[in-house]
């Protein structure tokens, strides 16, 4: 199964080299990274790094549009049969890829959602993990399926089936609207346990409270609203 992964990036300089390095290492046959308007050396970080591996694919807006807006520039450049989202910090571990990609590989699922729930992992703040848990019980009791972490950044995905989700989230409700989208079609999304590593604040750490509030209403608002459609 050839595996592409798209990596978001905004103000990751310090991180961006080791990243990449790290999901090459995997033997990962296409990354996609998207400059989301970084005002830090992101960009020139990207350029030395294409210099370094010419197959690296890159993709830059010219203003900070949001996560999600960088996730949906990159959809369309996807070749692989499966796609997974890599955030361009060190909290996710690359070396995981092969067990969030084997229910796919396997034909138990079209969707694997790594969980640091299930994985038993520490939290970087109280507030964002009782948020998180918040959130996907809501999403778990609305859509009759359990999630347990319906926020994570590993996401994988059949290829065809991301690139078919009528995705309109630009920032982090990304997350819950790809969620939302998914249970209401039906589609079964297999959890995996993964290891995390937090980083606070002060490391770069971009999500905050307000975020956690949209995504309440985001899922809220798929749930009762007509059918997904593509327009």
């Keep these: ?11 990751e300089e310090a991180t961006l080299a080791e990243i990449l390095r790290r999901v090459r290492e995997v033997g990962v046959h296409e990354i996609i990274a998207v400059d989301d308007g970084s005002t830090d050396g992101s960009w020139a970080a990207l350029q030395d790094a294409l210099a370094a591996d010419p197959e690296l694919k890159l993709l830059r807006h010219e203003a ?52 640091r729930i299930l994985g038993g992992n520490a939290a970087s703040y109280r507030r ?11 999403t778990s009791a609305l859509f009759g399926r359990r999630v347990t972490d319906q926020h994570t950044c590993y996401k994988v995905f059949e290829t065809k089936l991301l690139q078919s989700l009528p995705l309109r989230e630009t920032g982090f409700g990304f997350c819950a ?22 980083r606070s604040i002060g490391q770069g750490k971009k999500i905050r409270w307000q975020d956690g509030l949209r995504a309440l209403w985001i899922i809220a608002r798929h749930r009762f609203a007509g059918p997904p459609n593509d327009d």
């Design 1 to 11: 199964m050839k595996l592409s992964v798209i990596i978001p990036v905004y103000n």
């Design 64 to 115: 900070n549009r949001g996560k999600g807006a960088a996730i949906k520039t990159a959809i369309g450049s996807v070749t692989g049969d499966a796609v997974i989202i890599q955030d361009a910090d060190l909290e996710y571990n690359p070396e995981e890829y092969q067990a969030l990609i084997e229910p796919i590989e396997a034909g138990r699922a079209a969707v694997v959602y790594g969980s």
């Design 128 to 138: 964002y993990y009782w948020g998180g848990r918040v959130l996907s019980a809501f």
């Design 177 to 198: 609207e790809v969620t939302a989208l998914l249970l209401k079609k039906g589609v079964h999304v297999e959890e995996v346990p993964i290891s995390y590593q937090p």
